[in-house]
């Protein structure tokens, strides 16, 4: 079965990076948008930041001129550079892949675990 498995997350101080990774796992034949989204306390889970297999972008306002999403086909792995961060930008951030099609089948919505994120002042 194909799973997303998010790594990169961690404690970090005000003005840092981070750069967030998410792999597949499982016999991949295509995905089409691939993001990241994150939920903080208390919060609503919230869009970051989006990429169509053509590279097309889609971000979040809070993330525009910070984030970088960028992905690779051949791998089925999307990544997120953060810099400049804020500690509003802690949350748990979560994978999301739309249309994911393996040799288990296709399904419209996957999920990663969540990679936690802190941002200290």
């Not at 997303?4 to 997350?9: C, F, I, T």
């Not at 691939?34 to 297999?53: F, N, S």
Request: charged residues 15%; contains cysteine.
């Amino acid at each position: 079965q194909a799973h997303l498995v998010e790594s990169g997350g961690g404690l970090v101080q005000t003005g840092g990076s981070l750069r967030l990774s998410c792999a597949t796992s499982g016999t991949i034949f295509s995905i089409k948008t691939m993001g990241w989204y994150r939920q903080a306390p208390g919060k609503q889970r919230e869009l970051v930041a989006a990429i169509t297999p053509g590279g097309s972008t889609n971000y979040a306002d809070s993330g525009k001129g910070r984030f970088t999403i960028s992905r690779d086909n051949a791998k089925n792995t999307v990544y997120l550079q953060m810099s400049t961060l804020k500690t509003e930008d802690t949350a748990v951030y979560y994978c999301h892949a739309d249309d994911l099609c393996s040799s288990d089948g296709c399904y419209g919505h996957y999920w990663g675990q969540g990679t936690q994120v802190t941002v200290s002042s």
